[in-house]
């Protein structure tokens, strides 16, 4: 096997140190410079399959991914006698573009998930209103609906690397509490609009209809803004680990406070100093203070290919991807490392590049063979640029918990392998 | 005015007096404040929402026995689940800190609130009134916040000052 090795454009070739290339090189439609090694040749040749000469299965109601995917699954730990209590991850480095299909959209319970009957479930909106009203999901039906593509983060994604050592795990274990779906529903303020909110109601407790009744306080004026009571995930009614068949979508907040399974919304003058908004989801300082009613996800980004258990086979030309998100707005920019930040190219974002979407990104690089360190560095509309993990620990401490934004960082050694390092 | 003008005007004032509520289809159904009240199982940090009845400790010892002993250890020392007790006042530094109801938590009444909705974890919302003001009584007293006879109740719930009350600070970019 030989192939014409074309001269490559050189200020395509090499835009920040080990191999990385610009960010108009090696991307769908640009001419691809050097050659990639092609697979070897198979000793039968091209073959007639056997799928070929024989009718293939019947039609099925609800499709399922091929028999060949069973291992692109969720990941899942719970504490002992609650196995509905922890989380499933999404196996972010088995995936591509920014949508996250609906089994593998990632899930945080606190007890369970409800089999609710959609025609016995309501939804009461109460407090410091003029009119208490009733909803159930068949008068909401009726509504004018809106989508609205969205990640959800989890408070608690990427925890791990709050802690001294590199855990050695995986971007599904590590970072995989991050989903992105189109949610349709009804506007949040319609439904407030029509039960007359009392200017007094500075606050509004969202509660859900689970075991654990989780509920969190929300400020009136994200409940006034961008929120919808989300009644469809990716075009079907929400799944009921994700709130059926209702939950609570407050777009570039955490995950904990878009309550799925959402029951009953009161509108109050205070925080109602929930479990969840104090003894959970607050961020422990050195000083023995923590912060409190921390909303909005901040500019992160995460490798998702090459990454652990993605090693790669043979140096030459690959592509890094992987996602970019902030609760502030848009993804601008993000930048890719392949000295562990000493030189940074930029890379090229992938349409299209919504608010408070995930956002892929890409960048062509030739791996030279040697030890690399990857990372990525994402900056958001707002001028808000990831920190590095040193910065932010030392802002935060390393007892903090949620909300970690750092830089993460890959390494990958001489064989190929990748493995979850500090840099 | 011809009666087309008057119609025209007439309908343009019914839009005028609609727009000053946020059209919508209207199609909640009121709510009867009785059916609220058996729906609403929040309580605020002023004791909004404390249903009648009391406890104390005492009392709550043998809730506490009987129903959370299990997941929460002796005396909620915890094993297998989280513990309930202890840390009081080291919270501060770089080792990993004993977060527990007294050590951590900032209300009491979010005792009450959380028990009441979420534990025991096998059956929630299966204690009477009385055994979780007596269970709440139990976990305070336990991490020496309240003595084994006070009662607590709608009134004196709201007024017990956690040891972690000042220790949360809202976030602000940057933090």
């Not at chain 1, 769908?28 to 799928?51: F, H, T, Y």
């Not at chain 1, 205070?270 to 909005?296: I, W």
């Not at chain 1, 592509?319 to 930040?341: F, M, P, Q, T, Y």
Request: charged share 20%; net charge neutral; aromatic share 6%.
């Amino acid at each position: 096997m030989k192939r014409r090795r074309r001269t490559p454009t050189p200020d395509l070739e090499q835009a920040a140190g080990a191999g990385l290339m610009h960010r108009r090189a090696f991307i769908a439609g640009a001419a691809i410079a050097g050659a990639v090694a092609a697979e070897p040749a198979r000793a039968e040749g091209l073959a007639v399959e056997p799928w070929m000469t024989a009718p293939g299965s019947p039609f099925t109601g609800y499709g399922q991914p091929s028999r060949f995917e069973a291992g692109v699954a969720r990941v899942f730990a719970n504490p002992p006698n609650a196995p509905g209590s922890g989380a499933a991850r999404t196996p972010l480095h088995r995936l591509q573009g920014m949508i996250t299909p609906n089994g593998l959209h990632f899930e945080r319970s606190h007890s369970g998930v409800p089999d609710i009957d959609p025609d016995k479930h309501r939804l009461l909106i109460h407090g410091l209103v003029t009119r208490p009203l009733v909803f159930s999901l068949e008068t909401l039906s009726r509504y004018p609906m809106e989508s609205r593509i969205a990640f959800i983060e989890c408070g608690g994604n990427s925890a791990q690397l709050y802690q001294t050592e590199a855990l050695d795990a995986d971007a599904q274990r590590l970072h995989g509490l991050v989903s992105c779906a189109e949610w349709t529903g009804v506007r949040l303020s319609t439904l407030l609009d029509e039960a007359g909110v009392d200017p007094t109601a500075l606050w509004v407790l969202a509660e859900g209809g689970d075991a654990a009744g989780m509920s969190r306080s929300v400020p009136i004026a994200k409940a006034m803004d961008d929120a919808l009571i989300a009644l469809y995930q990716n075009g079907e009614r929400i799944r009921p680990s994700n709130g059926y068949p209702m939950r609570l979508l407050l777009p570039g907040y955490e995950g904990n406070m878009q309550v799925k399974w959402l029951r009953r919304l009161k509108l109050v003058e205070t925080p109602v100093m929930t479990r969840d908004e104090t003894a959970k989801y607050t961020l422990l300082r050195p000083d023995g203070s923590a912060l409190q009613f921390v909303f909005g996800t901040e500019v992160k980004s995460v490798i998702t290919q090459p990454s652990p258990e993605l090693s790669l086979k043979e140096p030459g030309l690959h592509e890094i991807s992987g996602l970019a998100w902030s609760g502030a707005g848009r993804i601008v920019k993000v930048e890719v490392s392949a000295d562990g930040g000493r030189s940074w190219a930029e890379a090229h974002l992938q349409q299209p590049i919504l608010s408070k979407a995930l956002t892929r990104f890409r960048l062509g690089w030739r791996w030279d063979g040697g030890p690399a360190v990857l990372q990525s560095r994402a900056t958001d509309e707002e001028g808000n640029v990831q920190p590095t993990r040193e910065a932010l620990l030392a802002r935060r401490g390393a007892r903090a918990l949620y909300h970690f934004n750092g830089v993460a960082s890959w390494g990958v050694a001489a064989s190929g392998r990748v493995t979850h390092v500090y840099a | 005015m011809s009666m087309r003008e008057a119609a025209a005007l007439a309908l343009l004032l019914a839009l005028a007096c609609a727009g000053a509520r946020a059209e919508g289809p209207e199609l909640g159904r009121p709510a009867t404040p009785s059916e609220i009240a058996r729906f609403d199982i929040s309580v605020g940090p002023d004791g909004a929402g404390l249903p009648p009845g009391s406890g104390t400790a005492r009392e709550g010892r043998v809730v506490y026995e009987a129903r959370c002993v299990a997941c929460h250890g002796e005396k909620g020392e915890g094993k297998p689940n989280d513990r309930l007790v202890g840390g009081v006042g080291a919270l501060a530094g770089q080792k990993p800190a004993t977060k527990t109801v007294g050590s951590y938590w900032p209300y009491a009444t979010t005792v009450f609130d959380y028990v009441r909705r979420a534990m025991p974890f096998d059956a929630p919302k299966s204690l009477r009134d009385e055994d979780l003001y007596a269970v709440t009584a139990y976990l305070l007293h336990l991490n020496g916040v309240i003595g084994e006879d006070a009662t607590v109740d709608a009134a004196t719930l709201p007024k017990i000052v956690m040891p972690n009350r000042n220790g949360f600070a809202p976030f602000a970019p940057g933090d």
